[in-house]
């Protein structure tokens, strides 16, 4: 997560984010529409039902916990992850990995 810290971190004022340019990747989609029958290179962005997928995984493998009801505030969708895909968690090194069972 080279980014991460950027998000996270308390930065001083004058700190400058990273130039993020995606021409390159846009230029590859538009070229890749003549195969799939479909120009994605305008990109969709991140909607309020993905950034909920998003959020309900991190809570499924133990990154993070489950935010506290506040509100109106929608729940967070159900998400399921496979035996399978839990023991291969448990198996991740690094900062995340840890050898306690997801359940």
């Known amino acids: 997560m080279p980014l991460y810290h950027f998000v996270t971190g308390d930065l ?3 700190t400058r984010a990273p130039e993020l340019d995606d021409t390159n990747a846009a230029a590859v989609l538009r070229a890749d529409a003549k ?9 969709s962005g991140v909607t309020e039902d993905l950034l909920g997928i998003y959020l309900s995984y991190l809570v499924a493998i ?3 916990p489950p935010p506290q009801p ?14 399978e895909q839990q023991e291969a968690l448990n198996k991740v090194g690094g ?7 997801l359940t």
């Open 12 to 14: 001083p004022q004058n």
């Open 35 to 43: 195969w799939s029958g479909e120009d994605v290179s305008d990109g």
């Open 62 to 64: 133990g990154f993070m």
């Open 70 to 83: 506040a509100g109106e505030a929608k729940p967070l969708p159900q998400i399921a992850l496979a035996k």
């Open 95 to 101: 900062r995340g990995g840890t050898n306690a069972s």
